[in-house]
């Protein structure tokens, strides 16, 4: 965080060289962040959905794709043909595909990886998709992340650019770290102020274009 600014970097240096700030730092909020979960239990709900692997997505997924896709103003597809590509076929990671099934339809889906050995062994949520009104689907979800990755990894990462899942990932004690801005060039005047005035209905996971790679550390 302090390697471009040189002052800050040297500080930084001697506050964890000599007077261990890092470690102290490490304990201090380790010890709030466990008296923060103890008094903001999730507190326990009925399951009425079906969360289900899937080795590879159908029809079904269309058919959620159709019924949703206006909500969003700038989205790459997320029909099967894209998803398959992207998560099955198109990568060499190892990504867990699950389905969010309620009343015998399929009302979202999550896309989950452990990070691999030489990373920083984070879990991560790749892609998360659901009827932006749809809070208990996207609820379910995120409960079975958490569920999937357990303790086995350091933390959980997620990214998106859609508020009604922000306001559920802090619900579930996320902690928000950093903001990217997506940026647009567009010299046609007229569809660049289209996409500045579809921003805030913008759709993008750590899935989206490279956000998620094997990275080594």
Aim: hydrophobic residues 35%; aromatic residues 12%.
């Amino acid at each position: 965080r302090t390697s471009r600014n040189p002052a800050k970097n040297k500080t930084a240096k001697i506050l964890c060289n000599i007077f261990r700030f890092d470690r102290l730092f490490s304990t201090v909020s380790n010890i709030l962040l466990g008296l923060r979960n103890i008094f903001e239990k999730e507190p326990k709900k009925e399951v009425t959905t079906d969360i289900q692997e899937v080795k590879k997505f159908d029809e079904r997924i269309d058919k959620l794709w159709s019924s949703t896709n206006r909500q969003f103003g700038i989205i790459v597809e997320r029909n099967q043909t894209f998803l398959n590509w992207r998560y099955a076929k198109g990568t060499m990671l190892d990504y867990k595909k699950f389905i969010a099934v309620r009343d015998g339809k399929v009302k979202g889906y999550i896309v989950l990886r452990k990070e691999e050995p030489g990373e920083r062994n984070f879990g991560i949520i790749a892609d998360l998709y659901a009827s932006r009104d749809d809070q208990k689907t996207v609820d379910d979800l995120l409960r079975h992340a958490i569920h999937f990755f357990g303790k086995d990894v350091a933390a959980i990462e997620c990214a998106t650019s859609v508020k009604e899942y922000q306001q559920a990932i802090s619900k579930f004690g996320f902690l928000k770290l950093e903001s990217t801005v997506p940026m647009y060039y567009c010299e046609n005047q007229s569809v660049a102020a289209e996409l500045d005035s579809l921003k805030t209905k913008s759709f993008f996971s750590k899935g989206d274009h490279d956000w998620d790679q094997y990275t080594l550390f």
